[in-house]
C-alpha cells in the first residue's frame, strides 16, 4: 500500500472529522414513507436488489398518535379522463394507478426503538456483502432527536451495520408545529445539539421541505455554515431534498367534497408524486450549486425525492445535482418492482451517453 493511502494517526487531543454518507451498490432507494413502516414492509425494501440502501419512515422516541379517521393519503390523476383518487391511512397497494398524491399522515406509530430492533433481527442472518446502508429518519424536539442519535450509536454494530440517521424537519401535517427547517435559527439549534453531543459512527442527514424563495436556500446554507468546523467540517452528512409540499388541496368525488380527512378537517396535507417534481428538481439544483460555492460543504451529498418514477425522471433528478434518488409515491404504486424499472431505464440511458461519446 503506497504512502498516500495510509492511514494517518490522529492525535489524542485533535478531532476527527465528521463521518460522511455510507456508499451504496446502487444509487436509488426509497425515500421516509407510509409504505416503509411494517417489519413485512422494511424486509421486502430490504432484499429489492435494485434498492441500494432502503430508509425507514420517521419515527419518534415513543411513537406517533396516529389515527386513521384523520391521517390519511391518496393517489391521485386529475389528467385521467375520469379524475380518480384512492384513499387509505396505512401503506400498501392501492387500487388504482396514479402519478401524484396528497397525504395527512404524521409520522410513524413505531418507536424508534422498535425499528432499530427490526433491522437489527433481519441483518443478523444476512452475510456482510449483501447488507445495505440503513437511513433511519426521526424527528422530535431539540433534545428528543440527540437521544435518537445516542440510541443509534449505542444499538449499531460497530463492525458490521451501515446505520445513518435523517433528521425530518420539513413535515407539514402536524398542527400548530410549522417545519423547523423554515427557520434557520431552528435549523441551528438541532445541528449545534448534535454536534455539541459528538457525530461519531452515525452519519447525520437533514430531510429539508420544499423551498419555494430565495431567502429560505440562504438560511439553510447560513445556518449549515455556523455549525461547520475548520477541523471537522460540516456535521451534515447529506441533505434529502425535498419532503412534501404542504397547504395541497384534492377534492372529492362528490362536489364540495375531499379526498382525505385531516387533523383540522380541512383535508388540506402535503403534495407528492409528479406534481411535486419541477420544484423538487429546483430544489436539488439550487441546494447543489450554493453548497459547491463553499469548500467546507461541497462533500455534502444530496438525495433527491420528489415525483420520481422512471430512468428519465432519476436523470433529471441526477443532472440537477442529487448523488442519490429516492421514490415515495412511485413506490405507493408499484410496490419494490419499481426499483428495477427505474434502474433498467437509467442503465439504457447511461448506455446511450456512452455510445453517443463514441
Not at 63 to 75: M, N
Not at 194 to 220: A, E, M, W
Request: with cysteine.
Amino acid at each position: 500500500m503506497g504512502e498516500d493511502r495510509k492511514t494517518k494517526a490522529v492525535a489524542p487531543d485533535q478531532k476527527k472529522p465528521y463521518p460522511r454518507i455510507l456508499m451504496v451498490d446502487y444509487p436509488l432507494l426509497n425515500s421516509a414513507n407510509v409504505w416503509a413502516s411494517t417489519e413485512e414492509e422494511l424486509e421486502e425494501l430490504y432484499r429489492a436488489e435494485y434498492a441500494g440502501a432502503i430508509t425507514i419512515r420517521t419515527s419518534l422516541l415513543n411513537g406517533f398518535q396516529h389515527d386513521d379517521k384523520v391521517h390519511q393519503y391518496c393517489l391521485f390523476d386529475f389528467n385521467s379522463p375520469s379524475y380518480k383518487h384512492d384513499s387509505k391511512s396505512t401503506g400498501g397497494k392501492m387500487d388504482n394507478i396514479a402519478p401524484s398524491s396528497l397525504n395527512t399522515l404524521g409520522y410513524s406509530p413505531v418507536p424508534l426503538r422498535e425499528y432499530i430492533q427490526i433491522i437489527s433481527d433481519l441483518e443478523l442472518p444476512i452475510q456482510m456483502p449483501q447488507r445495505k446502508p440503513v437511513i433511519f429518519s426521526v424527528t422530535g424536539s431539540v433534545e428528543e432527536v440527540v437521544q435518537c442519535y445516542q440510541l443509534l450509536e449505542q444499538k449499531k454494530n460497530p463492525v458490521w451495520t451501515s446505520w445513518m440517521m435523517e433528521i425530518n424537519l420539513s413535515c407539514p401535517n402536524i398542527p400548530n408545529k410549522p417545519p423547523p427547517a423554515y427557520s434557520r435559527n431552528a435549523l441551528v439549534s438541532y445541528l449545534m445539539a448534535l454536534r455539541n453531543h459528538g457525530i461519531s459512527t452515525v452519519p447525520v442527514g437533514i430531510k429539508t421541505p420544499p423551498y419555494t424563495y430565495q431567502g429560505q436556500f440562504d438560511d439553510l446554507i447560513s445556518a449549515l455554515l455556523e455549525v461547520t468546523s475548520d477541523e471537522q467540517g460540516c456535521p451534515v452528512s447529506f441533505i434529502t431534498a425535498t419532503n412534501t409540499l404542504g397547504s395541497c388541496f384534492v377534492p372529492g368525488p362528490t362536489p364540495g367534497s375531499k379526498a382525505i380527512q385531516s387533523p383540522n378537517g380541512s383535508g388540506i396535507g402535503g403534495l407528492a408524486g409528479a406534481a411535486l417534481h419541477p420544484l423538487a428538481l429546483g430544489n436539488v439544483r439550487t441546494i447543489r450549486k450554493m453548497l459547491d460555492q463553499h469548500e467546507c460543504l461541497e462533500e455534502v451529498d444530496i438525495i433527491g425525492v420528489g415525483g420520481v418514477s422512471d430512468g428519465a425522471g432519476m436523470e433529471r433528478m441526477m443532472e440537477a445535482g442529487a448523488t442519490y434518488v429516492a421514490v415515495g409515491t412511485a413506490l405507493g404504486n408499484h410496490g419494490v418492482s419499481i426499483f428495477e424499472r427505474i434502474a433498467d431505464e437509467w442503465d439504457q440511458i447511461q448506455r446511450g451517453k456512452i455510445e453517443r461519446v463514441r
